[in-house]
């Protein structure tokens, strides 16, 4: 079983649609989440970064993580044509260093 | 901003040759990290390392070796091409403290001929 669980998608939406990625994982060690957004031939952006069960929200972006279920959750309102990327979800555990662990991207589509 | 930059974008090598990547940040982290990312097989870590002139391996790391002769710049050596290292290299940097956050350099396409 692989550590971390990413729906590989593609996922197509309408504009304004509300998106939910979402990434499972197995390890109950890990204790920091990340969302990296990536646009196509570029490199991994960080968008959000989360320690504790809930929700974070940042503009139209929140974050939401369930430590008891080991399920991470982004959620886009209002989408747009520019959200369309990769979203990758990471998670870190301490192990000397914080070493980040990476689900294998969802790609997603927003149509005009 | 944590501004992590590679030393080219797109690079042609051919089989055999001698390849240097160059990576540097400005943000005096103290970590740095090499990936390669191929379609399929998301982000796979090739070395990091968390001090100067320290290194270590990371899921991948044949075929490679690693550099870090200053806090600042962490370089990736193929030692002979090989038509199977054809990807795109990602550099990353992070803070020893924190929660591991890294932050990335645009990325490197690498294809051996």
């Known amino acids: 079983q692989k550590e971390v669980e990413q729906d590989p998608g593609p996922l197509s939406v309408p504009e304004g649609a509300i998106v939910s990625l979402n990434c499972t994982y197995s390890?109950?060690?890990?204790?920091?989440f990340m969302w990296y957004r990536q646009y196509s031939r570029k490199g991994p952006e960080l968008l959000m970064y989360?320690?504790?069960?809930g929700n974070k929200e940042d503009g139209r972006f929140t974050a939401q993580v369930d430590k008891s279920s080991k399920y991470i959750s982004l959620f886009i309102r209002d989408s747009q044509p520019s959200d369309s990327a990769t979203y990758l979800c990471a998670m870190s555990v301490w192990a000397g260093s914080y070493q980040l662990t990476f689900g294998k991207g969802t790609k997603l589509s927003v149509i005009p | 901003d944590v501004k992590v930059t590679q030393s080219s974008r797109y690079l042609v090598k051919r089989t055999g040759e001698k390849v240097f990547l160059e990576c540097v940040q400005d943000m005096d982290h103290e970590n740095m990290f090499w990936y390669r990312q191929d379609p399929g097989l998301g982000l796979r870590l090739i070395y990091f390392s968390y001090d100067v002139k320290m290194k270590e391996k990371g899921d991948i790391p044949e075929g490679y070796s690693v550099s870090r002769e200053k806090k600042e710049r962490f370089s990736l050596i193929l030692e002979s091409a090989s038509t199977n290292q054809t990807s795109m290299y990602l550099c990353a940097s992070s803070f020893g403290q924190g929660g591991g956050e890294q932050f990335f350099g645009p990325g490197t396409r690498l294809t051996v001929l």
């Open positions: 390890n109950s060690a890990f204790q920091y």
């Open positions: 989360t320690y504790s069960s």
